[in-house]
């Protein structure tokens, strides 16, 4: 695949674009600022983006707020944010952007929790196929505020534990594996949540991924 890498630390950079080349994919531009990864997108029109967090030049929340808006402009660009840092004000505004259907996926990964390169590749992959990966300490974090609705506070314990695993991106079976319960179970479990949060059927939107942002933004 063809991926741009934003990444101010330049040893950083140098060493995702190595490991990548190395595993046959093409990084098509590897820059340091905000500024340079939108024009490298709209430049070269990659498969996936790897974007840090924190950027020039007040290093805050660049990184973050440059993937929401590339998002808006180039919604079949996947992305997967791969930092140090957590920044919880925009992590769900770049969830909010998957979409159900043929959607480019989304990521945000702690670059010291990453055990190794095959995990990092897993990820990467995972996500420009249209799925999602979130670091469990990113889910953590984001859920830590999220108790305040009413369809939040109904669910049980189960469906919550459900719930967090939906948010690291995990499948029906991965989550049945995980709880050690019946795919059947999960099924159940997600439909309960659904109801909950009075997410119906729908063509348009993706139910997951908004049961996901009504636990994380509440």
Known sequence: MQIVIAEDAALVRAGLTEVLARCGHEVVAAVGDAESLRAAIAQHRPDIAVVD??????????GLRAAIALRRDHPDLALLVFSQYIETRYTADLLGTASPRGAAGVGYL?????????????????????????????????????RRTDGLRSLT??????????????????????????????????????????????DTYHRRVLAVLRYLES
């Open 157 to 202: 314990t189960r469906e919550r534990e459900v719930l967090a695993l939906m948010a690291q991106g995990h499948s029906n079976g991965a989550i049945a594996a995980s709880l050690v319960i019946s795919d059947r179970a999960v099924e159940k479990h997600v439909g309960n949540i659904f109801t909950k949060l009075g997410l119906p059927p729908s």
């Open 53 to 62: 967090v924190r950027m020039p030049p007040s290093y805050t929340d660049e």
């Open 110 to 146: 702690l670059k010291d929790r990453v055990a190794d390169v095959g995990e990092f590749l897993d990820a990467l992959n995972r996500v420009a196929a249209g799925g999602t990966a979130l670091d469990p300490e990113v889910v953590t974090q984001l859920i830590g505020a999220s």
